[in-house]
C-alpha cells in the first residue's frame, strides 16, 4: 500500500495487518464423547447495523477514487454473491439449494439493509453457521459409529476450490464431508505417523468439538463486518471496514512494535493460513513459512506440547503464537498435498525501524576484471509518526547507505525492492531523487481528475550507474521508484514483473473502528499506470513463481489500467535492452542454472494439481517421489557450487535450516547473482557508446578544424 501523511489521516503500511474477516461459525456440543447437541446456535441483529451500514457508504462513496453506483440494478446483484463468496468462497458449507432460497431477494438486499431489515442477510449468516454445525457433528457422529475412516480409497478431493461448484443439494454436501473427513485423518497420519488408529479418532473427535465450541462464540460483530466488507469489496480490493477488535490490531501495528514472529494471518474454516511474512520479522530470516500455509498446530519452547489448533479462531492461534522476545515457538503447518513441516522459530521484536535500509559491497570478476557493486536492500519505505521515535526514516537511511558506497568507490549499486511491498510515498519520492535529482517522481489524480505531481528534493544525487531488483511482490511504493528510474532511463530494472497496485489508501478512525478508503491512482511519468499491469523488468529473471497467478490482477474489482497525458518520454533504448536481454539468457543457459529450469517445472507441476487422491499409500509415494526430486535438484545445484552432495532428504533439511541461519550476504542468491551481472553489463554498454561519442566529438572537431 501507498500512503502519504495527511491531516486526521491515520496510515499504515501495506501487509501491517491482514484483517481476517471472520469465517467462524457456530454450535453447541457436549464434550467426552457425548452425543453433540443439534439445537444450532443462531445469531440476532443489532438495531444500529442499518444506520452504520449508510455512513460507511456514504463515506466511502463521497471519499472513493471510483465510486459505485448503487441505483445500478447490475450493481446491486454482485452484493449478494459477493457475500456469499466472503462465506464459503470453497463451496464445502451452502449447496445450491441454500443459495437459491435466498438469490431471489438479492436485488432487494442493499435496500434491505440501508432500511435496517438484515433478514436476508442474517438468514444466510444462520444457514452458513448451520451447516458448519452440521458438518461437524457428521463428522463426529462418523466417528463415533465407524471409528477411523478407511485411509485407502479411490477417491480424489478437489483442493483448489475457487471454481468449485455447489453441492446441489444436502446428501452430495454429506459426500463431501465425508471426503474431507478422511483427508484429515490421513493429513494426521502422515503429520504424527506414530499415533495409532484410536488415538487419530480422539484427535479429530477434539479437533471437531474444539471448532464447535468456538462457533458458539459468534458475535453479531462479525456477522456485519463479514457483510459490509463483502459489499466494500466491490469498489476495490483495499477498501475495508475494521470494528473495534481488528482496529485495535491496527494501532498495534502502527505502535511500530509487536514481539512475534513477524507473519500475518487469515482465518479460514478450518485452519489459520498465513497471509504475507513480514519484512524484517524470525520468519522473514528463517525462510521456511511461506504464504498459504496452513498452521496446524501451536507449540510452545523446544520441548512443549505441540496443540492442536485446527479450527481454532484466528485470535486464539495469535495468542499462542505472540509471546516473549527470546522465546521458542514450534508451528506446525501444512502445505497443499498434505505435506506437514514443524518449524521452530525465536520470537523477537517486530519493529518498523527494524527493516531499515542496509548495504553491502559485493567483489566479483566478470568479463575478465574486478568489480565491486554496491547493493542496498530496503524491505519497506517506512518512516515514523511518532515523536518519541526521534528521525526514522528509509530516505534518509538510503541516503546515508548511499554515501557509504560511493566511498567505497563502486562500479554500481544495486536497489534491491524485492518482497518490499510500499509505505510512505514521501519516501518514495526521496529516495527517487537520490538518483534523479530534482525531478518529477509520480502523478497521483483523484477521483476529480486533479492530479498532483509528486516532486522530490534530494538530500544528494548519486551519478553512480545503478539498477533496480524487482519481483512480484514488489508493490506500491516499490513500483513508484522503479518506473520513474525506468522512465528516465536512470538505470534498468532487473526481475521480474512487480505486483500491480498503483493506488493509494488512507485509513480513518471511524466510530470505534478504522475505514480504509481507495481515494487515488498513481501515473508514471510516461502517462501509463502499474495499477494490475505492474512495472515490466528490462531484464527479466526466471522465477519459481507463476507471475500470471500473482498481482492485483488476480483480483475481480481492482481499478483498471488507464492512461493519461504523459509529462516525459524516453526509456533505455531498444538496442541496449535487447542486448541486455540476450546477454541473460546466454547466462542461464550455462550448466551452473540448469537447476533452476528444473525447480520451476517441479513448482509449475504442483501448481497445475487440483487434486489429491485420498490414499495415503498414494499420497507416502507422491510425498517421497517430490522428496527424491528436490534432493536430486539441489545436488545438481550442490555441484555446480562445490558443495558435497545430499545423502537423503533430512541432509537437505539440514543444510536448508543451517542456510537459513546464515546472514542474507551469505546465503546462495542466483537472483542477485544474475542481478549483478546484469547491471556490469549495463555498465559497459554505457562507457562502450560514451567512448564511441567521444570518437565520433574528435573526428567531427578534426574535420571543422581541416
Request: hydrophobic share 35%.
Amino acid at each position: 500500500m501507498t500512503w502519504r501523511l495527511r491531516p486526521s489521516v491515520q496510515l499504515l503500511l501495506l501487509g501491517a495487518l491482514i484483517g481476517a474477516l471472520s469465517l467462524s461459525s457456530l454450535p453447541g456440543h457436549a464434550a467426552g464423547g457425548k452425543a453433540v447437541s443439534e439445537s444450532w446456535v443462531q445469531v440476532a441483529p443489532d438495531p444500529e447495523w442499518g444506520a452504520l451500514a449508510g455512513q460507511i457508504l456514504t463515506q466511502v462513496n463521497h471519499r472513493h477514487y471510483r465510486p459505485v453506483d448503487w441505483n445500478d440494478a447490475e450493481q446491486r446483484s454482485k452484493i449478494f454473491e459477493a457475500y456469499i463468496d466472503a462465506l464459503d468462497s470453497g463451496a464445502t458449507l451452502l449447496s445450491a439449494e441454500d443459495v437459491q432460497q435466498y438469490e431471489k431477494t438479492s436485488d432487494y438486499l442493499l435496500l434491505q439493509v440501508l432500511q435496517g431489515n438484515f433478514s436476508t442477510v442474517l438468514g444466510v449468516y444462520n444457514r452458513y453457521l448451520e451447516r458448519q454445525q452440521e458438518r461437524l457433528h457428521h463428522q463426529i457422529v462418523q466417528l463415533e459409529t465407524n471409528g477411523l475412516p478407511s485411509l485407502e480409497s479411490d477417491e480424489h478431493l478437489l483442493i483448489d476450490r475457487d471454481e468449485a461448484p455447489r453441492a446441489p443439494d444436502d446428501a452430495s454436501l454429506q459426500k463431501l464431508w465425508e471426503r474431507m473427513l478422511r483427508h484429515d485423518a490421513i493429513n494426521l497420519r502422515m503429520e504424527e505417523p506414530d499415533l495409532s488408529d484410536q488415538e487419530i479418532v480422539e484427535r479429530l473427535d477434539k479437533r471437531y468439538r474444539t471448532y464447535l465450541k468456538r462457533l458458539e462464540r459468534t458475535d453479531a460483530d462479525d456477522v456485519f463486518q463479514t457483510f459490509i466488507n463483502s459489499l466494500l469489496s466491490l469498489y476495490d480490493p483495499h477498501t475495508a471496514y475494521f470494528a473495534q477488535d481488528d482496529s485495535e490490531d491496527f494501532e498495534i501495528n502502527m505502535s511500530g512494535k509487536l514481539e512475534g514472529i513477524g507473519a500475518l494471518l487469515r482465518g479460514d474454516i478450518d485452519f489459520v493460513r498465513i497471509e504475507e511474512i513480514s519484512p524484517g520479522g524470525p520468519a522473514q530470516r528463517d525462510g521456511r513459512l511461506q504464504p498459504g500455509d496452513r498452521i496446524s498446530g501451536v507449540g510452545q519452547g523446544e520441548e512443549g506440547e505441540m496443540i492442536d489448533v485446527a479450527g481454532w479462531d484466528i485470535s486464539e492461534v495469535v495468542r499462542r503464537i505472540r509471546g516473549t522476545k527470546g522465546s521458542t515457538v514450534r508451528i506446525r503447518v501444512l502445505r497443499e498435498g498434505g505435506e506437514s513441516r514443524e518449524i521452530s522459530l525465536v520470537r523477537d521484536t517486530i519493529k518498523l525501524e527494524s527493516r531499515n535500509a542496509s548495504s553491502r559491497v559485493v567483489p566479483l570478476t566478470y568479463r575478465d576484471r574486478e568489480w565491486k557493486i554496491g547493493v542496498i536492500a530496503l524491505p519497506s519505505f517506512y518512516v515514523s509518526m511518532r515523536p518519541e521515535d526521534g528521525s526514522i526514516s528509509a530516505g534518509a537511511d538510503v541516503a546515508r547507505e548511499l554515501a557509504v558506497l560511493e566511498q567505497a568507490k563502486v562500479d554500481g549499486v544495486l536497489l534491491d525492492l524485492r518482497y518490499n511491498s510500499g509505505g510512505s510515498l514521501d519516501e518514495a519520492t526521496k529516495i527517487a531523487g537520490l538518483f534523479l535529482g530534482r525531478r518529477v517522481v509520480v502523478q497521483v489524480q483523484q477521483r476529480s481528475g486533479s492530479t498532483v505531481l509528486e516532486q522530490n528534493r534530494p538530500i544528494q544525487t548519486s551519478r553512480l550507474p545503478m539498477g533496480v531488483m524487482i519481483n512480484p511482490f514488489s508493490a506500491s511504493a516499490s513500483e513508484i521508484v522503479a518506473a520513474a528510474i525506468q522512465d528516465y532511463a536512470r538505470g534498468i530494472v532487473i526481475g521480474q514483473r512487480s505486483h500491480g497496485k498503483g493506488t493509494v489508501q488512507d485509513v480513518r478512525f471511524f466510530g470505534e473502528g478504522l475505514l480504509r478508503v481507495t481515494f487515488a491512482k498513481f501515473f508514471r511519468i510516461n502517462g501509463t499506470t502499474s495499477q494490475r499491469r505492474g512495472v515490466l523488468p528490462d531484464v527479466e529473471l526466471p522465477t519459481v513463481h507463476n507471475t500470471d497467478e500473482l498481482g492485483e490482477r488476480q483480483y475481480p474489482t481492482a481499478l483498471t489500467s488507464t492512461v493519461i497525458a504523459p509529462l516525459y518520454r524516453t526509456a533505455l533504448s531498444e538496442p541496449q535492452r535487447s542486448e541486455l536481454q540476450r546477454l541473460s539468457r546466454e547466462r542461464l543457459e550455462m550448466p551452473k542454472y540448469s537447476w533452476l529450469k528444473r525447480q520451476r517445472e517441479r513448482y509449475q507441476t504442483m501448481r497445475e494439481r487440483d487434486t489429491v487422491p485420498l490414499s495415503l499409500s498414494k499420497r507416502l509415494a507422491e510425498r517421497d517421489t517430490d522428496r527424491n526430486l528436490q534432493v536430486d535438484i539441489e545436488n545438481e545445484r550442490a555441484q555446480v557450487n562445490n558443495r558435497p552432495p545430499f545423502a537423503d532428504f533430512d541432509a537437505l533439511e539440514e543444510w536448508r535450516t543451517a542456510e537459513r541461519a546464515l546472514d542474507p550476504e551469505e546465503r546462495e542468491d542466483h537472483e542477485l547473482e544474475q542481478a549483478l551481472h546484469a547491471l556490469i553489463d549495463h555498465v559497459l554498454w554505457q562507457r562502450e557508446k560514451k567512448s564511441e561519442a567521444r570518437v565520433a566529438a574528435s573526428s567531427d572537431e578534426r574535420e571543422q578544424r581541416e
